[in-house]
């Protein structure tokens, strides 16, 4: 909000001795002096602010500043994430993951997902734990259900080697819900409905770990 009034002449900081204004239906209300333009925003209790001061002379429209500050922040977050729609974050686990740890990697995709970015998920199998896939797709399809109101499934679970990939993509007007119930907001120690299934690092892709 500061960064917008600093960049935008608002009522006593409008230099220009006359202004074109426009009212706030955003009718024009013709050629005045700021002072006469400054005394028709106040009697509206609302505030006069320039708004094409290049222009000769400069134009003036009468409006809630304090309004069109948080709608200029709002698109400012709206196009932020937009930009953000092509990266793509890759969270490791491993079949067998605690509570604590499953909580924390879940905090990280919501996260990821309410931020607009598209999410891998790369279940790691070693050793013997290649004898127990079902563990690691029954861990996927429970993460599928915990990230469902943020995040919808691009690619179902695929099995590279040793790896298992699943996909997702943030979902549509997905709105930053609440904490579940008994999830603490830093991702406390919430118990796990399947107990412990070991777990590793959150990664963006091709860059360091989280």
Known sequence: MIRIRS????????????????DKDGKQAGIMTAEQALALARSCKLDLVEVAPNLDPPVCRIMDFGKYQYQQMKKSRVAKKK??????KEIKLRPRIEAHDYQVKLRHARDFLEKGCKLRFRLVYRGRELAHMEMGINLLKRIEEDVKDLGQVEMYPKTFGRNVIMMFAPRPGASKPRP??????????AKAENEPLGGQAVQQDGARQV
């Open 180 to 189: 579940a119930d008994g999830q603490k907001k830093d991702g406390g120690d």
């Open 7 to 22: 960049l935008i002449r608002v009522n006593n900081q409008i230099r220009a001795r006359a202004v074109r204004t426009i």
């Open 83 to 88: 930009s953000m729609g092509g990266k793509l």
